[in-house]
């Protein structure tokens, strides 16, 4: 069913439930060749990014067409990080199939919806064909002799709250109260209330010998091209609330350890009122990278490491003065308008530095 406000154009399958969003006028939404894939979180729906997904289409009328995901709908969240992506990687291929003027691709991931998406691009990667490869020099992250995403030009992957170290360390989970009896209970019984993905978050799932699936999720492995992906994207963003989110922490939002968690002051800026620090954070190999302190385990020290072999830029939240402060976890995604709106400024500085 489509409909139209304000200039843009939205519609939502009945089929499946996912949204599309774009621009009314068909000059900007003929000239649009960057796909936005938005991906909800944990028993979350198409409605939690609806405001998110406008914004973009305001903003960047002839640029964009966005889709936010719905494959995952709510109780689909459980089935696990890995069954999440699968489902995600093929709802993008579709998305491609039916819009052929795409040139280019990038997610804005909210919650476990981060980690289904980092899963789905490592199935979704293309590495460079050998005159790319013969033709690469130097880091980083530019060109296409960094591979692709389904033949794609990756631009943006951008989570917002996101476990990217699980949920299994001290404080990792909030409401927990950092209390280590809490939390180990937590790890054991967490599969009765969020089944497969409760395990794969608090990396209670080695089968078989292997490593907990978020370990695995740091480095290349099989037909799975988890870093290959991420460092094919031209930047990656990290946005983390320093306090008050009751479900996902500062410190496995951010990837960092405790001793690299940054002061932070007001902000003074009226425009982004509620990002209190930001910081790029230069890729390095895992060998350079020192050693954790404080509440790193041994399997959080190798994922801080695997992940910091791309580089990152950190965005830091705080609604500690905000009337809204204990939702920070939906308010920085504004998952609602009408609930969640002190969270816009976080929506517009993701667009203001998103490259188009």
């Known amino acids: 069913m489509e409909k ?20 009314c006028k068909t000059s900007d939404s003929s000239s649009a060749d960057h796909l936005v894939v938005m991906v909800h979180g944990i ?28 494959k995952n709908a709510s109780a689909l969240t459980l089935d696990g990080v890995d069954v999440m992506g699968e489902r995600l990687a093929s709802e ?76 299994m360390g001290n404080r990792q989970v909030p409401f927990l109260f950092g209390v280590s009896s809490f939390e180990k209970v937590a790890g054991l019984v967490i599969h009765w209330i969020f ?30 091209h988890f870093i290959s992906a991420l460092r094919a994207f031209k930047r990656r963003v990290v946005y983390s609330n320093v306090g008050h989110d009751h479900i996902v922490g500062w410190r496995t939002a951010s990837i960092r350890r405790d001793s690299e968690l940054p002061k932070w002051e007001d902000s003074l800026d009226e425009k982004y009122p509620h990002i209190v620090y930001e910081e790029l954070c230069k890729s ?35 609604f500690h003065s905000s009337r809204q402060r204990f939702a920070a976890h939906s ?14 400024d976080i929506i517009e500085h993701i667009i203001d530095h998103f490259h188009a």
């Open 331 to 344: 308010v920085i995604q504004v998952k609602s308008e009408t609930m969640h709106i002190e969270g816009a």
């Open 284 to 318: 390095c190999d895992a060998e350079d990278v020192p050693e954790g302190e404080n509440h790193s385990t041994d399997i959080e020290e190798e994922m801080i490491k695997g992940l910091s072999t791309v580089s990152w830029e950190k965005v830091d939240v705080s």
């Open 195 to 224: 089944k497969r993905t409760g395990r794969h978050l608090f990396l209670k799932d080695e089968e078989e010998g292997k490593p907990p699936l978020l370990r695995r999720m740091v480095e290349d492995t099989g037909d799975c």
């Open 92 to 167: 993008v291929l579709e998305i491609i199939q039916t819009r052929p003027n795409i040139r280019k691709i990038s997610f804005v991931a909210h919650s476990l919806g981060g980690l289904a998406a980092r899963y789905a691009i490592g199935k979704l990667y293309k590495p460079p064909n050998q005159e790319d490869s013969q033709d690469s020099s130097g880091d980083s992250s530019q060109g296409p002799s960094q591979g692709t995403i389904c033949g794609l030009e990756a631009v943006n992957f951008i989570t917002v709250a996101t476990p990217h170290l699980g949920s």
């Open 4 to 23: 139209q406000e304000d200039g843009v154009c939205s519609a939502e399958s009945v089929v499946d439930g996912s949204l599309d969003v774009w621009s």
């Open 43 to 70: 028993l979350g729906s198409t409605d939690d990014w609806k405001f998110g997904a406008e914004q973009f289409v305001k903003r960047l009328p002839d640029k964009v067409f966005v889709h936010c995901s719905e």
